[in-house]
C-alpha cells in the first residue's frame, strides 16, 4: 500500500509501506476520501506540527477492511467515518468533562494513504457507520464539523439575532452550515475569497462581505442598526460572532459589532500574536470563548447532521486528487483564493 509523509517545506511524496495489522480492539479501514484540513496546509507549507517522514490527513472516511477480534458493532464492508481523536479518559481534564482538553490526546494521521489503522475502535465514539445515502466525500467533513460544532455547543449564539462568521475556510463554512440547519435567520459571512464568499451563500449565509471592497463596519452598522451601552455608543446589533480567519484585522471588527453581552467564539489560530483592546471587552461584558478541537459530545452532534442531512459539507469540495497527485493538491488548497475544499481519494 501507499501513503503520503511529509518531507520537507512545500513537499509532500507518496512512498510504499506495510499495511497494518489490527490488534484485537482494532480496525483497518481502506480509505474512499480524505480532505485536506487547513492544519495540513500549514504542516505543508510551514512545517507546523509536523516532522520529515510523518504522514498526514486526519479528514477520512472509507471501507472496513478487517475488524479486530474485541471490535463490536463495526464489520468488514461497513462504511464509516472517523473521529481522529483519541482521549485517554483519565486525566484531571478527561474527568471534568473537558475531554478535548485531554493531557494524553493522540490523534489518527495517514488519511492519505491506501488504508489506516484505527486503534481501540468504538462505534459511535471514534468509529461511526454511514447511512448508504452519506457519501465518503460528505463523511470526510466529520471531523471540521465537529470543530464547528464544538464552537457552537460553546456559544450557544441567539439563533434569532444577526450572527457574524470572519474566514470561510472549511470550519467558517461548516459553521454557517450548522448555524443554517439550526434555524439562524441571519448569518453574515466574512472573507477575502470570491469563491469562499460564494460558498458560504450556498452553506446558508444569508449575507457575504469582501473586507478588501468595503469597510465592513461601516455596512454592518447600516444595516443591522447601531447599538448602545456604557461608554459605547457605537456598537453592532451582532448576539454572537465566530472568528475562524486568524487574521488580525477582523477582531476589532468583531468587538465592535457585537452588541453589548454578546459573544464571541475564537475559533482559528493567529500565525502571529495580535493586539486587542480589553476595554471594549470589559465594557461591553463581551463573552469570550476559545474553542478547540471536539469532545465525542461534539462529534456525535456533528454525525448526526451529516447522517440526516440537515448538512451537506460535500458542497464545499472544489477540487478533487488522486493520491498519487497529492503534491498538486496541496498546491491548490493552498490557494485559498481557488479552493475551498481539497478532497483526495486513493
Ligand atoms: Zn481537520
Ligand atoms: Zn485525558
Request: aromatic content about 6%.
Amino acid at each position: 500500500m501507499r501513503i503520503a509523509t511529509w518531507e520537507g517545506i512545500r513537499s509532500v511524496e507518496v512512498s510504499p509501506i506495510d499495511a497494518p495489522t489490527p490488534g484485537p480492539t482494532d480496525l483497518v479501514l481502506d480509505v474512499s476520501a480524505c480532505g485536506i484540513c487547513g492544519s495540513d496546509v500549514h504542516s505543508f507549507a510551514e512545517g507546523a506540527w509536523i516532522a520529515k517522514g510523518m504522514p498526514l490527513g486526519h479528514e477520512f472516511a472509507g471501507v472496513v477492511r478487517e475488524v479486530g477480534a474485541n471490535v463490536e458493532g463495526i464489520s468488514v464492508g461497513d462504511r464509516v467515518t472517523v473521529n481522529p481523536a483519541a482521549y485517554c479518559g483519565h486525566c484531571a481534564r478527561c474527568l471534568d468533562g473537558h475531554e478535548n482538553l485531554c493531557e494524553n490526546m493522540s490523534g489518527a494521521a495517514g488519511g492519505f494513504s491506501d488504508r489506516v489503522l484505527i486503534p481501540n475502535a468504538r462505534r459511535d465514539v471514534n468509529v461511526f457507520v454511514l447511512p448508504d445515502e452519506v457519501s465518503f466525500e460528505a463523511a470526510a467533513f466529520l471531523e471540521p464539523l465537529s470543530v464547528a460544532m464544538r464552537a457552537i455547543n460553546q456559544l450557544r449564539p441567539p439563533l434569532d439575532e444577526p450572527i457574524l462568521v470572519t474566514g470561510l475556510g472549511t470550519i467558517g463554512q461548516c459553521v454557517v452550515q450548522i448555524l443554517a440547519a439550526q434555524g439562524a435567520s441571519r448569518i453574515v459571512a466574512i472573507d477575502t475569497s470570491p469563491i469562499r464568499r460564494e460558498g458560504a451563500l450556498a452553506s446558508g449565509a444569508t449575507e457575504v462581505l469582501d473586507p478588501t471592497s468595503e469597510d465592513v463596519v461601516d455596512v454592518l452598522l447600516e444595516k443591522y442598526g447601531v447599538t448602545r451601552s456604557p461608554y459605547r455608543d457605537r456598537s453592532g446589533a451582532f448576539g454572537a460572532a465566530f472568528e475562524c480567519a486568524g487574521a488580525a484585522p477582523v477582531f476589532d471588527q468583531i468587538f465592535q459589532l457585537v452588541r453589548a453581552a454578546g459573544s464571541v467564539s475564537l475559533v482559528a489560530l493567529t500565525a502571529q500574536p495580535i493586539t486587542l483592546d480589553p476595554n471594549v471587552v470589559v465594557q461591553k461584558e463581551i463573552r469570550v470563548v476559545g474553542s478547540f478541537a471536539y469532545s465525542t459530545e461534539d462529534v456525535r452532534g456533528a454525525f448526526e447532521l451529516l447522517a440526516s442531512k440537515a448538512v451537506q459539507p460535500d458542497r464545499l469540495i472544489t477540487h478533487r486528487f488522486q493520491l498519487g497527485d497529492i503534491q498538486e493538491a496541496f498546491e491548490v488548497q493552498s490557494r485559498s483564493n481557488e479552493s475551498i475544499k481539497v478532497m483526495v481519494s486513493p
